[in-house]
């Protein structure tokens, strides 16, 4: 029942924002209602989410820890950020279309041999200016501990682009960590469904930390590695619990 009536919410939410979002669009305006609708969902899903730092508003590359279906709407309410998302997402009934109003950029994750286009397409969208935001440890499997961050889709941003700055986001869902993160390889749905069902609200702080300037860093391994080092830092700084980047 906890389940339906948050479902119910997060409907009435859609309900309100669409015709809102179509009505911006006609008017030539950018839509802030993708990034309200996203914010609601959260709340509707029990997260109460406190910011800290300051997110860069455009040119910017968000690179974040990862750790649940939830984390993609308090990052996009936190940040207005568009998301890099594996290609099958776009077929997903009604997710897919949602997540499409909200400019995600779409790669087939699967295709090894088609790591350079997709990192053109994720440079052709921060060009433009689009906040983006990405998951780069490329895997749910490591619950609350951080996964080496991978590098291949930072070629987006080398050569670097005039004014674009990557910048690292950690977050903190403290004790509840274990209770909300990814259990192996569980399907999204099965994470949405534990975390709509289980009872109270989940607290998260979302840590933007300081940007970083890809003309400072020499290549994309080191700019992995040096993001890497920072998320960890601001979750753990009595001690490390992840791993060394990969490429």
Known sequence: MRMIFRIAAIVLGLIVCLPLHHLWKLAGHLSPWPRLFLGW????????????????????????????????????????????????????????????????IYVARSDRNGVKGQA?????????GQPVALFPEGTTEGGHEI?????????AVFPALPDLKVQPV???????AQKIAWVGKEPAVANARRILSRPGTIPVIVHFLTPIDPHDVPNRKALAEQSQAEVQAALFPNGPAGKTSEN
């Open 120 to 128: 053109d397409q994720l440079r052709a969208a921060l060009a433009t």
């Open 147 to 155: 996964l080496p961050f991978r590098a291949s889709l930072l070629s």
């Open 41 to 104: 969902t959260a709340r509707c899903a029990g997260a109460r989410v406190t910011v800290e730092g300051t997110p860069l508003r455009r040119d910017v590359l968000f690179l974040a820890n990862h750790l649940s279906w939830l984390d993609i709407l308090v990052v996009a309410s936190a940040s207005g950020a568009a998301f890099v998302s594996k290609d099958e997402v776009r077929k997903w009934p009604v997710i897919g279309w949602l997540a499409s109003l909200h400019n995600t």
């Open 170 to 176: 950690a977050l903190d869902y403290g004790v509840l």
